[in-house]
């Protein structure tokens, strides 16, 4: 059988008309010979893409280009992202795989919604019907004329951190949280997005590949080679955020992996067996010269910042993964509780939108954060 691979849901160029497609025929499992799908459940169930009016591109990330669309049977504004097929010979691709696996298994305020799978003519030609969003914050930071107030920084990392609490405690972990891959709606609702690096984990954990996360929120036990993950890493991302919408600038913008953990000691001092035990058998610890600094540097970075909210930052920035803050503990914070409190989600301000700057802003995100940071 010989498959056409599609662009867009368009037809490609040579390519015979959907209703003089060739038809579609698999091989029996029983007998010999092959049987015909009829051209009325060729699709299965999915809708068609045809169905969906594409407004506008709005990016383009490592695992698809993502669309504004219009669902012609329902009138809703939907983000439509087609799934990439580059070079796979055997089906979709497992990113594809686990992100809609588990984004269908999703439900929650603070998580991107997949509605729905679609498909075009061809079976390489799939598209995610995700909820939309109108901004994502990587490109609001840089497009902000003025810097998101700390009772707004609190109303979003609040936000995150609930929807962080739901994926943790159904054991799954994200590994690629940054500021591009979290959206935020015109009512002031922020979603976590892109999950094809996310994964469940269980007990105990199995080696996952180390070199996940966006480099400037990579916690240091993966730089260091890490292959056991728990949600710790993601937590330690959600330090890197908070103190990025606080500070109005990345934190840690390492050049390079020994760049990173450059930066890291600066800011936090040495690493040692006493602050984090098993240190020194870590995989790669051995390849580094790490700089002698004795001192946590965070308070000088924000002198202006309260005791709870330093408080706060130091347990997300815990070396020992064992002892960094939960999502939970996050959330019980006094920092949350103190003045100035967080804004209402619907009181957080509006923006115009930068649609041709945007990261692919539905479950990618990686257009702007490209520019901002090395994946």
């Not at 009325?40 to 045809?50: A, M, P, T």
């Not at 803050?325 to 989600?345: H, V």
């Amino acid at each position: 059988m010989r498959i056409t691979i599609m662009a867009d849901g368009d037809r490609a160029e040579g390519a015979p008309a959907e209703s003089e497609a060739e038809p579609l025929r698999f091989q029996r499992l029983w007998g010999e010979g092959y049987f015909e799908v009829p051209a009325s459940e060729r699709l299965g169930k999915c809708r068609s893409v045809k169905e969906f009016e594409k407004l506008n591109r709005i990016g383009e990330g490592t695992y698809g280009i993502v669309y504004r669309a219009r669902d012609t049977v329902t009138d809703e504004t939907v983000a439509l992202k087609k799934v990439r097929m580059d070079n796979e010979k055997e089906g979709m691709p497992i990113s594809s795989l686990r992100e809609i696996t588990l984004l269908l298994e999703l439900q929650h305020p603070n998580i991107v919604e997949l509605k729905e799978v679609v498909v075009g003519n061809h079976l390489e030609s799939i598209f995610l019907v995700m909820g939309y969003c109108e901004q994502d914050l990587a490109s609001l930071l840089e497009n902000m004329q003025t810097p998101f107030s700390e009772a707004q920084v609190k109303c979003i990392i609040l936000q995150v951190l609930k929807g962080l609490q739901y994926l943790h405690e159904r054991y799954i972990i994200h590994r690629d949280l940054k500021v591009s891959n979290l959206l935020m709606t015109d009512k002031g609702c922020v979603k976590i997005a892109d999950f094809g690096l996310a994964r469940t984990y269980g007990m105990p954990p199995q080696p996952m590949t180390p070199k996940v996360v966006t480099l400037w929120y990579r916690a240091p036990e993966l730089l260091l080679g890490v292959t056991t993950q728990t949600t710790s890493i993601d937590m330690w991302a959600v330090g890197c955020i908070l103190a990025e919408l606080l500070a109005h600038k990345p934190l840690l913008p390492g050049t390079s992996e020994i760049h990173q953990i450059d930066l890291i000691v600066q800011l936090l001092g040495t690493p040692n067996e006493n602050i984090w035990p098993g240190f020194s058998k870590l995989p790669l610890v051995s390849q580094y010269t790490l700089r002698k600094q004795p001192y946590n540097n965070l308070k000088h970075k924000f002198p202006w910042l309260s005791e709870a909210g330093l408080r706060l930052l130091n347990f997300l920035f815990m070396y020992d993964p064992k002892k960094r803050a939960t999502a939970k503990d996050s959330l019980d914070s006094s920092y949350f509780k103190e003045k100035p409190l967080p804004c209402e989600p619907e009181l957080m301000p509006t923006f115009p939108h930068h649609r041709n700057k945007r990261a692919a802003s539905t479950s990618t995100g990686t257009e702007t954060q490209a520019k901002r940071a090395k994946p």
